[in-house]
């Protein structure tokens, strides 16, 4: 629809293909391997590395329709577009690279095979598609350009200016104070498919009593400290149950032996029956195996000598010696009990674990009754952490380094910080955004506020270029830029859109908050910034 030229089409697809096979395999030869979160890769290449192609296609298409030539359409192009491409293509790898020094070593893997995408991805680009067109032809010249879409687009931009700035304050505010509440999911189990039988099994054995993956486990010095705890956790809200060695021991051995006796002891009101009459009743009432009775029953077994000896087990249970702990069978007793005389105190969850407000909750109680207590819960808590620590460094090592490139290649300084607004505002746009959609952060879109900044600063390199070098805001709408610049972002989005569908949560909500990030990017840096270029550029002196 964007492009509406097969055969630039094929060949935006074969540049693809063949970059992704040299991605695949660099991935195999620097790493050896690939895990969950780096293999997501190889779906985002299809939608980051058709951009490189969208931009050089359209604008050999764009000099072919001023009227040069196939082949010096080519390589005026390619002079064209090869400084902001390989700008685009290296401000994206160290958008990724900066995941690589972070504490998760799943993303820092991803980070490398991403950033070797970008590489590679430009390659394939500059060496596939003129060899493609050289080999098998260049497609038909259109004499007409289709750019008057973009030019009324443009023009309403400078009409509605005013209000454009308005609104984007007002969203500022809005957004920017929903960014400030938005939420970290630390657990791992919201990555999981909810639907899968392992996580199935899991939350039924947690409503049935009989266990949890995120049960704590708390050491108490001696047998009073394990009892006190587990008397003040049994009290707590979201504690389920707390099991100690105690547990395992018979309680009120007497009264129950007494009730046992008591029902032995009353006296009999009924009449027993005879087999003769149970016999019969089998037959009239047709029970299941009544007809394989036998006719009679074996003297020896009647009721008087099977339960002879009743009293004499009665007897002995009463007369039994008392029960301590090391009646308790060994393994269980070595299992709880330390051989220094420490008990081990297991705390259940009553809650339903994939709701992380109700496990910070559950561990929050439990460590203020039993500070040592730990497990998986506290584990993915406090990995949380670290992990929120590090994407705030690895956000600030990929704006820093690619703040360093642009102020290295743009030729004027403002423009540095004209690219970042619209990074800036989407940003805070998908944070604000996931708040008010009641979204989280996980261990795994975490990598979407990194990624902002490495795939956004691709469109603001564009069109800041291509902006400065026809100098006004007309001419710029009337470029092959504006398109190749939705085109590649729609494309982007396609791509992480798919992720979407996945059964995996965590793929999921990377596809679903890139998915919010990027149509935040393509909105600011198609409305805001050409008209942030318009009315911060110098006035021609009269």
Request: charged share 15%.
């Amino acid at each position: 629809m964007g492009i509406r030229s097969l055969r630039v089409i094929i060949a935006c697809y074969l540049t693809v293909l063949v970059g992704l096979a040299w991605t695949f395999a660099a991935g195999l030869l620097v790493i050896g391997h690939y895990n969950t979160i780096s293999i997501v890769f190889m779906v985002m290449f299809i939608g980051l590395a058709v951009d490189f192609s969208i931009h050089l296609c359209l604008h050999i298409q764009e000099l072919r329709v001023k009227g040069e030539s196939n082949e010096v359409g080519m390589r005026h192009a390619i002079a064209h577009s090869i400084r902001p491409l390989s700008l685009c293509a290296l401000s994206s790898a160290l958008g990724f690279l900066s995941f690589y020094p972070t504490a998760y070593t799943g993303l820092g893997e991803l980070g490398i095979v991403s950033a070797l995408g970008m590489i590679l991805g430009l390659i394939a680009t500059f060496v596939v598609i003129p060899l493609f067109f050289t080999l098998f032809g260049y497609p038909t010249v259109r004499h007409q350009t289709d750019t008057h879409r973009f030019a009324w687009f443009g023009s309403q931009l400078i009409r509605f200016k005013n209000l454009i700035f308005i609104a984007v304050i007002a969203l500022t505010l809005v957004m920017g104070y929903g960014a400030t509440q938005f939420k970290f999911d630390f657990s791992t189990l919201v990555l999981k498919n909810p639907k899968s039988e392992s996580v199935l099994a899991l939350n039924q054995l947690q409503q049935e009593g009989l266990g949890s993956s995120y049960q704590l486990f708390a050491i108490a010095k001696d047998q009073k400290q394990a009892q006190e705890w587990k008397a003040r956790l049994a009290m707590q809200r979201s504690v389920s149950s707390v099991i100690i060695a105690s547990d395992f021991m018979p309680n009120e051995l007497e009264k129950r032996t007494q009730q046992i006796q008591d029902v032995f002891n009353e006296p009999v009101t009924v009449a027993p029956m005879s087999y003769e009459q149970f016999l019969q009743q089998a037959k009239e009432e047709n029970w299941s195996g009544g007809s394989q009775l036998s006719a009679t029953i074996d003297p020896t077994k009647t009721a008087s000598n099977l339960f002879g000896d009743l009293s004499k087990s009665l007897t002995a249970l009463t007369h039994q010696q008392q029960v301590t702990l090391d009646s308790l069978p060994v393994e269980l007793r070595e299992r709880y009990i330390s051989t220094r005389g420490e008990w081990l105190v297991v705390i259940s969850p009553k809650e339903d674990m994939t709701n992380v407000k109700a496990l910070e909750t559950f561990i929050k109680e439990s460590k203020q009754i039993a500070p040592n207590a730990t497990g998986r819960a506290v584990a993915e808590q406090e990995v949380g952490g670290i992990i929120t620590g590090a994407f705030q460094a690895a956000i600030m090592m990929s704006v820093f380094a690619i703040a360093l490139i642009l102020i290295w290649t743009v030729d004027k300084k403002r423009d540095v910080i004209l690219i970042f607004i619209p990074l800036g505002l989407a940003s805070l746009t998908t944070l604000g955004l996931m708040h008010w959609l009641n979204l989280s952060m996980n261990m795994a879109n975490i990598i979407v506020i990194p990624l902002i900044f490495g795939l956004g600063v691709d469109n603001g390199i564009h069109i800041v270029k291509r902006f400065r070098s026809v100098r006004t805001l007309d001419a710029f709408f009337n470029t092959s830029t504006p398109k190749a610049s939705l085109v590649s972002c729609l494309t982007t989005l396609a791509t992480f859109g798919a992720l979407i569908v996945a059964e995996h949560q965590g793929m999921h909500s990377i596809g679903l908050v890139l998915t919010i990030a990027l149509s935040s990017i393509l909105v600011f840096s198609l409305v805001l910034l050409p008209l942030l270029l318009e009315v911060t550029k110098k006035k021609p002196i009269e």
